[in-house]
């Protein structure tokens, strides 16, 4: 399973870790006794409480979009197996991003589990979860409808002006709505999310991409809002960098729905963090639909299908983050950046999951600094096999469309541009302090 931070395992389970990599003659019997030391250790209360707090309650719980609370013991004691079978397999919670491929791997807002905690549940399951001391349980914690935004309470809420309606069924099928925002005096964004409205309309809404429109109705600077597709989470700017909103802006909705065998409603909305008034940020994000592959060509039965696309970093930039977009044959898709003196360095990998469209914001001391003329290549693979469970029809040939049943190979980068001297100063600074900046130093 790979290593394991021996600090933070129960004393049983750090004890078995041990005789593992000791490797006793006595092997069999002593990793078979301490198994069983190890796993009786591991309580609900004092292991695994706090696991399913920082990583699972916020969509598993009443009212949230899991299928069931993991508030109490009570709760979680039911499907302890299927807990400990997604979290193994790195299913739960949704993250994708592969550890073991590319140069970065923090992120804000992961609520990935470490080896050392994926072991603790294993072993709590193994051990016939136990309940353990109520005294050990951690405070609950707390929740209200605010925390349903994955960026915290908004400052604007931007609803569509109409509620559409999504027929049982039929075709899908595409609309704009356009929004009045309300604001009276300009503004910069700190964070954005979109999301469908409340019930069932998430079923229905294939994506939702907001673009912000000034006064006069032409397309604000920043390149699109936000954009939403089933599980994504929000858009988070780094300190000092934002998009600005002008007074008399509207918001445009372009919604995709499809039918689901039953008529559902929706009205999608946008939430908005804003900065302080009278706050101008250092930097204007800009949020791309690139690089895009759309001519794509997937044979019937095809496996590990790949494509390949581009997009060139016309000056000096920081990567905020990055979001892979495919269908139902996706499978997974790998960030590269092309630097100006032909290095290459693989950034991340995503193993594609359809059901998670999940926006990956670095940390702001590790986020890539981008020298000018550096090109991002997205490789993306398919899977268009019978192996596939969300393959619709492995029969077919499948190229690009908008529909759900046709695929796509496309990439949102967010990203803001710097001067030739921020962007030195920057550099040297990561140099200096032994962080990672990007392989072409100048």
């Given amino acids: 399973m790979g290593s394991c931070d021996r600090s933070v395992l129960p004393a049983g389970l750090a004890t078995l870790v041990g005789v593992l990599v000791l490797g006793s003659p006595f092997g069999l019997v002593a990793t078979a006794q301490q198994s069983r030391s190890a796993a009786s250790s591991v309580t609900f209360t004092k292991d695994v ?21 993991l508030i109490s ?45 994926i072991a603790t549940i294993s072993a709590w399951v193994d051990g016939g979860t136990l309940r353990g001391n109520p005294a050990d349980l951690p405070a ?28 049982e069924a039929g075709p899908d099928w595409w609309a704009n709505y356009t929004a009045e925002t309300g604001l009276t005096e300009d503004r910069y964004i700190k964070a954005v999310e979109a999301k469908p409205g409340p019930g069932a309309a998430a079923r229905v809404v294939h994506h939702e991409v907001a673009s912000l429109l000034g006064p006069d109705d032409a397309p604000a600077a920043g390149g699109t809002l936000v954009e939403y597709a089933v599980g994504k989470n929000g858009d988070v700017f780094p300190d000092g960098a934002g998009k600005l909103i002008k007074a008399g802006s ?16 929706d009205r999608s909305q946008v939430g908005i963090v804003l900065y302080p008034k ?22 019937a039965g095809a496996d590990n299908v790949r494509s390949d696309a581009y997009y060139k970093m016309e000056r000096p930039a920081h990567l905020v983050g990055f979001m892979p977009h495919m269908h139902n044959r996706g499978k997974r898709q790998c ?35 981008l020298p000018a003329g550096t090109i991002m290549h997205v490789i993306s693979w398919h899977d268009n096999s019978a192996a596939n469970k969300n393959n619709p029809d492995p029969r077919n040939w499948v190229g690009f469309g908008n529909r759900t049943t046709d695929d ?32 072409q130093q100048q």
């Fill in 140 to 167: 609950p914690r707390q929740f209200d409808d605010a925390d349903r935004w994955h960026i915290g309470k908004p400052d604007l809420i931007v609803s569509m002006p109409v509620e559409a309606t999504i027929a």
């Fill in 408 to 439: 796509m190979a496309r990439h949102w980068l967010t990203y803001y541009y710097m001067s030739d001297d921020e962007y030195k100063a920057e550099t040297a600074a990561r140099v200096r302090i032994g962080q990672h900046a990007t392989n």
């Fill in 73 to 117: 013991f009570e709760d979680a004691r039911p499907w302890a197996r299927a807990i400990k079978n997604r979290v193994v397999q790195r299913q739960m919670p949704p993250w994708h991003v592969d550890r073991d491929a590319g140069t970065l791997h923090k992120f804000k807002d992961d609520p990935s589990l470490s080896d050392a905690e």
């Fill in 250 to 265: 509207k918001i445009r909705f372009n919604m995709h729905y499809h039918s689901v065998g039953e008529v559902i409603k």
């Fill in 49 to 69: 409480a706090p696991i399913l707090q920082r990583s699972c309650q916020h969509c598993h719980r009443p009212g949230s979009i899991g299928p069931m609370s």
């Fill in 335 to 369: 960030l590269e950046a092309i630097y100006p003196n032909m290095a290459v360095e693989q950034l991340n990998c995503v193993n594609y999951d359809f059901n998670w469209q999940i926006v990956y914001n670095y940390a702001d001391d590790v986020a890539p600094l």
């Fill in 278 to 299: 009278g706050y101008v940020p250092k930097h204007v994000i800009n949020t791309v639909l690139a690089p895009n592959a759309d001519d794509l060509d997937i044979p």
